[in-house]
């Protein structure tokens, strides 16, 4: 004669059978971590030591679209600052264009000259031939030398300088529209530098 199966004895434990595979499986994993040594399980956490790109915001239209087709060295239609940072001279390829502002300048810290008319705007005179030159430019910690009209600026312009020691200069490297010029320095040697930068004296607020 055949045992009688219990089905009420038995439903329970196939409704359980759900939660005992997710215990089962925590169980695994709590044996398998056992064994891991905390080397193992680092290896394991996502690589975060490599810092995502810093990209440069450029206020100045015109700035951005020579930074980029110059030093845009991978492609992706922007610049970053690591990218700044490799370029060694900017030789003269801001020469005679329109542009207005260009602090992101101070990125480009491993450049050491700015070349004479680098910055050089040329207009017949006007009435409103000063609003064309630049109106604040940055120049980076690593400049030690400024050619010959290197920057023309425009009414209320401010230049800021970076490099603690005044760079060098080759006669009277500013031009344009002085007497608004600010010019702000790290440092009261600018101050006492001598040479052509005597012509700006007057313009010298030290800053930082």
């Known amino acids: ?17 759900p939660y005992m595979k997710n ?4 169980l695994m994993i709590c044996g398998i971590l056992s064994g891991c040594t905390k080397t193992d399980i680092e290896s394991v956490k996502p690589d975060n030591s490599v810092e995502p790109e810093k990209y ?10 020579i930074c980029i087709n110059n030093w845009d060295s991978n492609g992706d239609g922007k610049l970053s600052e690591k990218e700044a940072a490799e370029v060694k001279s900017i030789g003269n390829v801001f020469s005679y264009k329109k542009i207005f502002y260009f602090d992101e300048l101070k990125y480009f810290t491993n450049i050491t000259e700015i070349p004479e008319y680098a910055f050089f705007y040329l207009e017949k005179p006007s009435d409103n031939y000063v609003e064309m030159f630049l109106k604040r430019i940055t ?9 010959l009209n290197a920057i023309s600026v425009g ?13 060098s200069v080759s006669g009277n490297f500013i031009g344009g529209y002085i007497s608004s010029l600010v010019i702000y320095v ?12 005597r012509d700006y004296y007057n313009h010298i607020v030290v800053k930082y």
């Open 1 to 17: 004669m055949s045992a009688m199966i219990n089905v009420d004895k038995i439903e329970p434990i196939i409704d359980a059978l």
């Open 23 to 26: 215990i089962i499986l925590i």
């Open 56 to 65: 440069i915001s450029f206020q100045d239209r015109t700035v951005e679209e």
């Open 139 to 147: 120049i980076p910690e690593n400049v030690c030398k400024i050619g």
């Open 155 to 167: 009414r209320n312009a401010i230049i800021t300088f970076k490099p603690t020691t005044p760079p």
């Open 186 to 197: 790290p440092s009261d040697s600018y101050k006492t530098a001598g040479g052509y930068w």
